[in-house]
């Protein structure tokens, strides 16, 4: 139900600039009488037609006044105007399907939804993170069109970090029988591994018919190339009108494969409900089969320990925000993928379905987190909807019941809030444990004394005595590291003298609040990533951390404000480019060869100036030359880096070095100006269907066709053909330029140190599309990709 909804923006406090709402959202009976913004005869023609995932924050303006929290875009109480969005979508059913069961499900809406169908009300949902889903099946006509109408309002925001606004995922309308299986209500769970593993189905079945029904269950087990690998068929069932049955089963598969983080194997259960020699229904659910043990010395996949090598991520990207294709998600963990990560905390909320899709079948552990530390009923339900929902995913190896909660952590409300959460969590998933983010040092007080896994956000320097005192919790870091630095921002060693000390970090340019791009600059609850992964790295009572964050986000410009508008923290920059750090996580968390020279070669210093020269490697040894002249070989320290002190002259910086006996190596170079546009596409060929999404990422490079790392050109540019750009970015944390754009809008988007990103969604037919780009003074780029 994504495609071809209509949307416009209403009012928080005037009732006539919101489609007088409040005077016309009519209680007094079912259905509105007279013609209001639920009922299908509204005239919603001149609202924009828009295609969903839209997060509509991205495209508003950014105010010094606005929320640094919401990266000063116009969201809250001092911007009525825009932070109240009307959404309509009109559909047909088909009329041979009157006699099955419609369910409508939002996966998530940013926030504070009210919902209605043909005029009548379905209800309001709060939460900008879990999904709702309504049944529908009263109130579909299916002689005429029907309309879903959504009411968002976003003034409130959750976080504090940029949250978007909008219905910014998918919608589903869901179709299936008067005798079914919810999606949530299907729980599958490994028992045992081996040659023959055997895994533990739960479903529950319901019965909506107004008779009772006899029925059976025929399972599937189909493995990555669709074959069948197990069947099995249970007993004959009776179950009364309105009834609910409760059945589980256990499956074995011979020659089974594990899922791990390097060989993700995914099986696909299907159940089939048969009644009177019908199938009345068949799901399909993914699981892996592969076990988990949280232990005082580590955690273990398998039975085999896996270091977590995690990242915290928030869930926007560059030009588009909060609104990700699917596609998406799979280029953001090819990423960490990549740089080494094996692990991904969704902070502070609940991801999306696709994310954890992307987690499964690219090899990627993920840490689920609620909201908020919270056992009232609204975030109780909150927990469980969201166990059930992804509680199948290969991926999941450990919940987060919350995150920082200092005003209660440390009590015995927050004692009993998580007691209260951990036995839910048990009850409905017995296969994971629970962990909480809490920073709090040394501390074993409130949360900490009940949950299973001890999470330490930051404040490492408790973990000695903590480890002594508690010997049998396990222990995870839920938050640890922090750099904050800005992509490509370097300056000789003679000027970082010169910089301004703010707040404990070196900062290049106050102006831009541009922070060096080495690992130098942490807060100070925080640390670099070299003190941390040398504190913890080798230490078996800790099992491994999530670097905050894996990626740039939009708000919490951490240590600045107006004009900075997004976060430093990222190992990546808000678009996935890398910065400095990426290739120190990378030498040590990835089996990748690394070699990697900082600063680039055009950095601004004269002859004889003095420049550090920073090398990351996971070389043993490794000999830097200028122009050829060697500048002296070094040891590489594990888990550290090299410097070398070098008078700058312009030229070919090279880096050689000695792996287990193998030669690597890497060099930056001066480069000349700027005469070509490049772009690199991440892929050869679009879906067709309005919902694929490409990547294109640019830079230029000089007449020898080397790439201009400083290069800060305006490029235009120009798409022929039926698709879309959707948004363009650059990481700049300080731009304020235009991520999306009208119909008739010159697209442009500034190269900030050489590098900017634009994002391209598919059309609806089968034919290629052509992205142009220019810059003045430079040879022009296009590429041609395929529609398929
Ligand atoms: C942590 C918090 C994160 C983020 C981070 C910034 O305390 O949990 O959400 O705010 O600090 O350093």
Known sequence: MDNDWKFTFGHAKESSKDLFYKIHNDFSKTKAKGINFSSIQYDDSTWLQIDLPHDWAVALPFSKEASCSHGYKTLGVDFPQTSIGWYRKKFMVEATDSDKRFEIQFDGIFRDAHIWINGMYLGNYQSGYMGVKYDITDFIDFKNENVITVRVDATQAEGWFYEGAGIYRHVWLNIFDNLYTPTEDVYIQTKSIGTNSEILTEIVVKNQYLTEKTFYLEYKILDRNKKVVTEATSDVFRIQPNGKLFLSKQLSINNSSLWDTDNPYLYTLVTKIVSNNETLEELHTRFGIRTFRYEPDGFYLNNKRVQIKGVCVHQDH???????????????????????????????????????????????????ETRLLNSGSEYLTQFENLIKRDRNHACIFMWCIGNEEELIQTTITGKRIAQTLITKQHELDPSRTSTYGGNVGNKKEGVNEVIPVRGFNYNLYGLEDYKNQNPNQPIIGTEVGSTVSTRGIYIPENEINKIEHFNGVFVADTVHAYLLDQDYSYTNWASRAEQWLNQTFFDERFMGGFVWTGFDYRGEPTPFSFPNINSHFGVMDVCGFPKNIYYYYKSWWSDKDVLHIAPHWNIDAQPNQLVKVWVYSNADEIELFLNGKSLGKKMMPKLGHLIWEVKYQKGILKAVGLKNGQKIQSSVATTGKPTKIILTPHKKSLKVGNQDALVVNVCVVDKKGLEVPNANGLIHFNLLGDAQIIGVGNGDPSSHEKDTFGKNEIIQRKLFNGKCQVIIRSGKTKTPIQLQAFSQGLNNATITILQQ
Request: proline share 6%.
């Open 318 to 368: 560059a030009g588009i925000g909060t609104a990700l294709l699917d596609e998406i998600q799979y280029y953001r963990i090819n990423l960490l993928k990549e740089m080494g990560a094996n692990a991904y905390r969704s902070a502070h909320n609940p991801p999306t379905p696709e994310l954890l899709q992307a987690c499964d079948s690219l090899g990627m552990l993920v840490m689920n």
